[in-house]
Nanobody, 118 residues
Framework: QVQLVESGGGLAQAGGSLRLSCAAS????????MGWYRQAPGKQREFVAD???????NYADSVKGRFTISRVNAKNTVYLQMNSLKPEDTAVYYC????????????WGQGTQVTVSS
């Protein structure tokens, strides 16, 4: 069974930075792709970024150039460095781990709140 524990959320001002971490435990193949999704109040959960075990990354257009995803395979940990934050980045951020790319299936963390003030 995969367990994902997020940390690093909080409050930031517009233009500021935050770094999210997600520590995972589980089978080797269950952690092939790790990523981040977010859900703002009244909106559907949306993709933010993901990274494969081979360090191939993918980003939503809305965060390209501002967010950087990385992982340390030896620690089963994925990070999301968020720079140049905007109020519209305010959401609950969820860590996701899967055998394949995409939100279907896989496992989710409990979520961490990110609030960006203007």
């Amino acid at each position: 069974q995969v367990q994902l524990v997020e940390s690093g959320g909080g409050l930031a001002q517009a233009g500021g930075s935050l770094r999210l971490s997600c520590a995972a435990s589980g089978s080797f193949f269950s952690l092939n792709v790790m990523g981040w999704y977010r859900q703002a109040p009244g909106k559907q959960r949306e993709f933010v970024a993901d990274i494969t075990r081979g360090y191939i990354t993918n980003y939503a257009d809305s965060v390209k150039g501002r967010f950087t995803i990385s992982r340390v395979n030896a620690k089963n940990t994925v990070y999301l460095q968020m720079n140049s934050l905007k109020p519209e980045d305010t959401a609950v951020y969820y860590c996701h781990a899967n055998r394949f790319v995409g939100p279907e299936g896989g496992d989710w963390g409990q979520g961490t709140q990110v609030t960006v003030s203007s």
